[in-house]
């Protein structure tokens, strides 16, 4: 796109390349006849060819193009000079030439050649004293230096006195600012006078190297006297370089006076000055058109610059400080304002120029054209995306010589629309050729172009989660199907998902499993097409929603109707959030009460009780206690949410029978008075047959109340503890679950066996401390390597373990599996491995989890011939799950503990592989024994 004025900028760009063309081409071109190798339909001038192109690429810059002179003769005009007579500013012509009309021809060496003519003259130069350089003694100096001033008449002056003959200063001279000029004469004049007779006065002149002899000066009146220096000033140096100083004669009388007041040097000279000033004009030159050069084909040019200037009307105008050889081209659209058209041809330096000049002009003339319309657009927005409106805007082209008839549009994309303002929206990004074509009312047509870069519109990225609230191990739905992609198509989707899963897919939509509770950053990046992409984020909150009841307790097991039972029920927040439930306690199926737990914090335990008034109830009947927890929204796992205590036994309000079981054991140490008391009292109270019972228990008491050291552990397992085994010892609070660990350790130890033993119930010194008492040497055995411990006890307590193994994370079951895998491999041999007890884990971690763990590493230390004991607490495990894990061991012990007097007992419930006795058998805690069994 062009404006207005820049056409003729490039045609003069074309006319330097032609120039070019020509210059190296001479021989060729004038060889040529002028109607040769060109259209009928385009004129030539000079020794020019038609290329290629069209009439408008005389304008506009593209790939083809016309040498310069080629025009089409409908629009274009050459117009050679038609005189040299012009003399429009009244001056007469300076130089010579031969004859600018003849120059019809464009550039065929045929040259009219210009040289300067000598315009100089005459000219008488006084140059007076302008300087005191140095001051003597024996003189009056009158006035203001420097004394011998331009005046002529004693004002500023010097005079000789007392008959002394000493001289006065060395006066300088004005420069002349002469170089050039011919030297004809220089004079000294001097302006002096004297008071008495016989006086002189020397004068000496300095000519820029030396001192001459004295010029004399005897006059008697005031006046000038002269003396010819030529030959001593031969040169302008010398004359800027010369001085004089004065003396007086000393032949003179003492009362004489000389005097001086001015000093000057004339220089008579020749001024040579050539110059060029040559006025040419076209008489009829075509002044309609809209645009119009000046072409000066060059020849041989003289070293000093020849300008051009065009007369405006009422003064000269440069146009060209130089002509250069070849040609020189120049826009006077301005000044071709009329027919009568004037330049003239003048020298560079017009002044002082003692050197001639002259330069051959092979061809003058004056190119003038119509103008073709301005093609120009502009569009909105500068930076559009796919599917939004571009608005084209040409209202900015022109016709310099009328006006625009057609606009015509080409997106690029393959539509077209006409119109001087369009809209357009480009369905694909890419970069398009825009072209706009305007035709005036003369029929000429222009284009212009501008590349347009429409950008891709990026993917938008969304997506939604089901359900609402996230639980762990739980399949999620991600659902990028709101995800698009404005001008294409969606083609991949990554997920991450936070927990460090990164999924990449096709599909919009994609399911995920969380293991791990907390807030998770979940991303979605998708990619469109053409590679753009697009991310968005959602921060969610994967929680845990479980409810749990411990256990119920109740504060008899057997009751007569109208008692009150209390039932205690813990209940847990073993989720994640914050969570209100209710927690109902029934009676078989028949409800006791409600209670609502409101707020309970994640981790949070609260104790409710409940009464149970009997009253009414049916005698004489087993009542289950079950204790329940309601679900809480998001809760998968509702197994825990119930708890079954077992049986109370409800009796009639009759009197129960004396229970004589209590007592029995202390009946065999009394004496037979003390009998007798109690069988009297028995008759009184008609109970001889329970008496007689009774004394027959007593005998089977004394008779069974033989004491058995641990070695008869191996009776009742039939064998003992075999390798490969696992073993689940299960036991209410005080029931001796872990004395049972310590002894088994004990036993495996002295039988030559190594042993780990994980401590969550306690320290490990606690555990040494106490088998310490009992006599057991356990410290040889550390020494030997033969037991080492694992402590997770410590880190619950919050204080750092001695111990070599410990566990940091004691409720991490990964922790602990690594730890036990660790200290296992340090054994040469297979030991046998106690965990006491998992109760801890089940308070802290999923039940499910704990159960999983156990079976998992039992399994493990199984495979490598290895023995698992683990103890666990009765009441703190579902009834489902307890009964998993007895399923999954090999062997289980269980432990009991009556109320009230402490009595033990024990019986072995499974044994793979063997046949055993499942009778309970009682055991006592000896102090420096350990268990002892009474058979």
Same mark, same amino acid.
């Given at each position: 796109m062009f404006r207005r004025g820049k056409a003729s900028s490039l045609l003069t760009v074309l006319l330097a390349i032609f120039s070019m063309q020509l210059l190296l081409s001479i021989e060729i071109a004038t060889s040529q006849t002028l109607d040769s190798n060109h259209r009928a339909d385009y004129s030539l001038f000079g020794a020019t060819t038609y290329v290629s192109g069209i009439l408008t690429d005389l304008q506009f810059d593209n790939s083809s193009y016309i040498s310069f002179g080629s025009s089409y003769a409908g629009t274009d005009d050459l117009d050679f000079v038609d005189n040299n007579e012009s003399d429009v500013d009244s001056s007469p012509d300076r130089g010579s030439h031969s004859n600018f009309a003849a120059q019809q021809y464009g550039p065929d060496g045929n040259c009219d050649t210009l040289t300067e003519v000598n315009t100089g003259s005459n000219g008488t130069l006084d140059l007076y004293v302008d300087a005191l350089d140095n001051v003597r003694t024996g003189w009056d100096r009158l006035g203001g230096s420097p004394y011998l001033d331009t005046q002529n008449h004693p004002i500023d002056h010097v005079r000789l006195r007392d008959d002394r003959a000493e001289d006065i200063g060395d006066f300088s001279f *004005?420069?002349?600012? $002469?170089?050039?000029?011919?030297?004809?004469?220089?004079?000294?004049?001097?302006?002096? +006078? $004297?008071?008495?007779? =016989? &006086?002189? !006065? /020397?004068? %000496?002149?300095?000519?820029?190297?030396? +001192? &001459?002899?004295? %010029?004399?000066?005897?006059?008697?009146?005031? /006046? +000038?006297?002269?003396? &010819?220096?030529?030959?001593?000033? &031969?040169? +302008? #140096?010398?004359?800027? =370089? #010369?001085?004089?100083?004065?003396? /007086?004669?000393?032949?003179?009388?003492?009362?004489?006076?000389?005097?001086?007041?001015?000093?000057?040097?004339?220089?008579? %000279?020749?001024?040579?000055? %050539?110059? !060029?000033?040559?006025?040419? *004009?076209? #008489?009829?030159?075509?002044?309609?058109?809209?645009?119009?050069?000046?072409?000066?084909? =060059? /020849?041989?040019? =003289?070293?000093?610059?020849?300008?051009?200037h065009v007369w405006n009307g009422s003064t000269w105008h440069n146009l060209f400080t130089d002509l250069s050889s070849g040609w020189n081209n120049i826009s006077v659209t301005n000044y071709l304002v009329s027919p009568t058209f004037s330049i003239r041809f003048k020298g560079g330096t017009e002044t002082g120029d003692t050197s001639q000049d002259s330069w051959e002009i092979d061809c003058t003339l004056l190119h003038t054209w119509v103008v073709p319309p301005i093609a120009n657009f502009s569009y909105i927005p500068k930076s559009p995306y796919t599917g939004e409106t571009v608005t084209f805007n040409a209202s900015d082209s022109y016709d310099p010589d009328g006006y625009i008839v057609d606009y015509c549009w080409n997106f690029g994309d393959g539509t077209n629309a006409t119109g001087v303002t369009v809209s357009h929206a480009y369905s694909e990004d890419g970069s398009y050729t825009v072209n706009l074509t305007v035709t005036d009312d003369e029929g000429s047509s222009v284009v212009a172009s501008d590349v347009l870069t429409i950008l891709n519109r990026a993917p938008v990225a969304s997506f939604v989660i089901l359900p609402q609230q996230l639980t762990t191990d739980d399949m999620i739905i991600f659902n990028a199907t709101d995800s698009y992609d404005p001008d294409g198509t969606i083609v991949n989707y990554t997920w991450n998902f936070g927990d460090g899963n990164i999924t990449t897919t096709s599909s919009s939509v994609v399911t995920h499993i969380y293991h791990e509770y907390g807030d998770l950053n979940v991303t979605l990046t998708v990619i469109d097409n053409d590679g753009y992409d697009d991310s968005t984020s959602q921060v969610i909150n994967v929680h845990v929603y479980d409810v749990a009841i411990l256990n119920a307790t109740v504060s008899q097991a057997e009751v007569h109707v109208g008692q009150v039972v209390n039932i205690t029920v813990a209940a847990r927040n073993k989720g994640t959030t914050t969570e209100s439930f209710n927690v109902t306690v029934f009676r078989n199926e028949t409800l006791i009460g409600t209670q609502l737990i409101s707020d309970l914090a994640p981790d949070a335990e609260m104790i409710l009780n409940f009464y149970w008034n009997t009253t009414g109830v049916t005698p004489n009947v087993r009542y289950t206690i079950k204790a329940e927890a309601s679900a809480v929204p998001g809760e998968t796992d509702i197994v825990d949410n119930t708890y079954t205590y077992g049986i109370v036994k409800v009796k009639s309000q009759d009197p129960p029978p004396f229970d004589w079981g209590p007592i029995i054991p202390y009946l065999a140490t009394v004496s037979s008075a003390v009998v007798a008391v109690i069988v009297a009292i028995a008759v009184k109270k008609e109970l001889l047959g329970l008496l007689l019972g009774a004394l027959g228990g007593l005998s089977w008491w004394k008779k069974r109340k033989k004491r058995k050291g641990f070695e008869f552990f191996d009776e009742m397992t039939n064998g003992g503890i075999p390798d490969s085994f696992s073993v689940l010892i299960s036991g209410e609070p005080g029931s001796g679950k872990s004395m049972l660990c310590q002894q088994l350790t004990h036993m495996f130890l002295v039988r030559g066996n190594s042993c780990i033993y994980i401590t969550y119930d306690s320290f490990p010194d606690e555990v040494r401390e106490n088998m310490e008492k009992l006599h057991w040497n356990i410290s040889k055995y550390e020494n030997e390597g033969k037991l080492m411990f694992i402590d997770s006890f410590s880190s619950i307590a919050k204080v750092t373990s001695k111990e070599k193994y410990s566990v940091d994370q004691p409720f991490s079951l990964s922790d602990l599996g690594i730890t036990m895998s660790q200290a296992t491999n340090e054994r040469a041999d297979v030991p046998k491995v106690f965990l006491d007890s998992i109760v801890p884990l089940l308070t802290h971690v999923a039940p499910a989890k704990v159960v999983e763990f156990l079976q998992k590493r039992s399994a493990r230390i199984k495979g490598v011939e290895g023995t698992f004991i683990f103890s666990i607490g009765k009441d703190t495990i579902e009834l489902n799950l307890m009964s998993r894990l007895e399923e999954v061991v090999d062997c289980v012990i269980e432990l009991e503990v009556s109320k009230g007097k402490t009595v033990r007992r024990m019986h072995i419930k499974k044994m793979r592989g063997r046949k055993i006795s499942s009778k309970w058998i009682r055991f006592e805690i000896d102090s420096k024994k350990g268990i002892v069994f009474l058979v």
């Amino acid at each position: 796109m062009f404006r207005r004025g820049k056409a003729s900028s490039l045609l003069t760009v074309l006319l330097a390349i032609f120039s070019m063309q020509l210059l190296l081409s001479i021989e060729i071109a004038t060889s040529q006849t002028l109607d040769s190798n060109h259209r009928a339909d385009y004129s030539l001038f000079g020794a020019t060819t038609y290329v290629s192109g069209i009439l408008t690429d005389l304008q506009f810059d593209n790939s083809s193009y016309i040498s310069f002179g080629s025009s089409y003769a409908g629009t274009d005009d050459l117009d050679f000079v038609d005189n040299n007579e012009s003399d429009v500013d009244s001056s007469p012509d300076r130089g010579s030439h031969s004859n600018f009309a003849a120059q019809q021809y464009g550039p065929d060496g045929n040259c009219d050649t210009l040289t300067e003519v000598n315009t100089g003259s005459n000219g008488t130069l006084d140059l007076y004293v302008d300087a005191l350089d140095n001051v003597r003694t024996g003189w009056d100096r009158l006035g203001g230096s420097p004394y011998l001033d331009t005046q002529n008449h004693p004002i500023d002056h010097v005079r000789l006195r007392d008959d002394r003959a000493e001289d006065i200063g060395d006066f300088s001279f *004005q420069n002349s600012e $002469k170089s050039l000029e011919t030297i004809n004469s220089v004079v000294l004049r001097l302006y002096a +006078w $004297k008071e008495d007779v =016989g &006086d002189r !006065l /020397g004068v %000496y002149l300095w000519d820029s190297s030396s +001192w &001459d002899t004295a %010029y004399t000066i005897t006059r008697t009146s005031v /006046g +000038w006297t002269e003396f &010819d220096v030529t030959a001593r000033l &031969d040169t +302008w #140096a010398k004359i800027d =370089g #010369a001085k004089i100083y004065l003396n /007086g004669d000393t032949t003179v009388s003492e009362n004489s006076r000389l005097l001086a007041d001015c000093a000057v040097l004339r220089v008579d %000279y020749d001024l040579i000055n %050539y110059e !060029l000033d040559l006025e040419v *004009q076209w #008489a009829n030159a075509t002044c309609d058109m809209s645009n119009a050069e000046l072409c000066i084909f =060059g /020849g041989t040019m =003289g070293s000093e610059n020849i300008c051009v200037h065009v007369w405006n009307g009422s003064t000269w105008h440069n146009l060209f400080t130089d002509l250069s050889s070849g040609w020189n081209n120049i826009s006077v659209t301005n000044y071709l304002v009329s027919p009568t058209f004037s330049i003239r041809f003048k020298g560079g330096t017009e002044t002082g120029d003692t050197s001639q000049d002259s330069w051959e002009i092979d061809c003058t003339l004056l190119h003038t054209w119509v103008v073709p319309p301005i093609a120009n657009f502009s569009y909105i927005p500068k930076s559009p995306y796919t599917g939004e409106t571009v608005t084209f805007n040409a209202s900015d082209s022109y016709d310099p010589d009328g006006y625009i008839v057609d606009y015509c549009w080409n997106f690029g994309d393959g539509t077209n629309a006409t119109g001087v303002t369009v809209s357009h929206a480009y369905s694909e990004d890419g970069s398009y050729t825009v072209n706009l074509t305007v035709t005036d009312d003369e029929g000429s047509s222009v284009v212009a172009s501008d590349v347009l870069t429409i950008l891709n519109r990026a993917p938008v990225a969304s997506f939604v989660i089901l359900p609402q609230q996230l639980t762990t191990d739980d399949m999620i739905i991600f659902n990028a199907t709101d995800s698009y992609d404005p001008d294409g198509t969606i083609v991949n989707y990554t997920w991450n998902f936070g927990d460090g899963n990164i999924t990449t897919t096709s599909s919009s939509v994609v399911t995920h499993i969380y293991h791990e509770y907390g807030d998770l950053n979940v991303t979605l990046t998708v990619i469109d097409n053409d590679g753009y992409d697009d991310s968005t984020s959602q921060v969610i909150n994967v929680h845990v929603y479980d409810v749990a009841i411990l256990n119920a307790t109740v504060s008899q097991a057997e009751v007569h109707v109208g008692q009150v039972v209390n039932i205690t029920v813990a209940a847990r927040n073993k989720g994640t959030t914050t969570e209100s439930f209710n927690v109902t306690v029934f009676r078989n199926e028949t409800l006791i009460g409600t209670q609502l737990i409101s707020d309970l914090a994640p981790d949070a335990e609260m104790i409710l009780n409940f009464y149970w008034n009997t009253t009414g109830v049916t005698p004489n009947v087993r009542y289950t206690i079950k204790a329940e927890a309601s679900a809480v929204p998001g809760e998968t796992d509702i197994v825990d949410n119930t708890y079954t205590y077992g049986i109370v036994k409800v009796k009639s309000q009759d009197p129960p029978p004396f229970d004589w079981g209590p007592i029995i054991p202390y009946l065999a140490t009394v004496s037979s008075a003390v009998v007798a008391v109690i069988v009297a009292i028995a008759v009184k109270k008609e109970l001889l047959g329970l008496l007689l019972g009774a004394l027959g228990g007593l005998s089977w008491w004394k008779k069974r109340k033989k004491r058995k050291g641990f070695e008869f552990f191996d009776e009742m397992t039939n064998g003992g503890i075999p390798d490969s085994f696992s073993v689940l010892i299960s036991g209410e609070p005080g029931s001796g679950k872990s004395m049972l660990c310590q002894q088994l350790t004990h036993m495996f130890l002295v039988r030559g066996n190594s042993c780990i033993y994980i401590t969550y119930d306690s320290f490990p010194d606690e555990v040494r401390e106490n088998m310490e008492k009992l006599h057991w040497n356990i410290s040889k055995y550390e020494n030997e390597g033969k037991l080492m411990f694992i402590d997770s006890f410590s880190s619950i307590a919050k204080v750092t373990s001695k111990e070599k193994y410990s566990v940091d994370q004691p409720f991490s079951l990964s922790d602990l599996g690594i730890t036990m895998s660790q200290a296992t491999n340090e054994r040469a041999d297979v030991p046998k491995v106690f965990l006491d007890s998992i109760v801890p884990l089940l308070t802290h971690v999923a039940p499910a989890k704990v159960v999983e763990f156990l079976q998992k590493r039992s399994a493990r230390i199984k495979g490598v011939e290895g023995t698992f004991i683990f103890s666990i607490g009765k009441d703190t495990i579902e009834l489902n799950l307890m009964s998993r894990l007895e399923e999954v061991v090999d062997c289980v012990i269980e432990l009991e503990v009556s109320k009230g007097k402490t009595v033990r007992r024990m019986h072995i419930k499974k044994m793979r592989g063997r046949k055993i006795s499942s009778k309970w058998i009682r055991f006592e805690i000896d102090s420096k024994k350990g268990i002892v069994f009474l058979v």
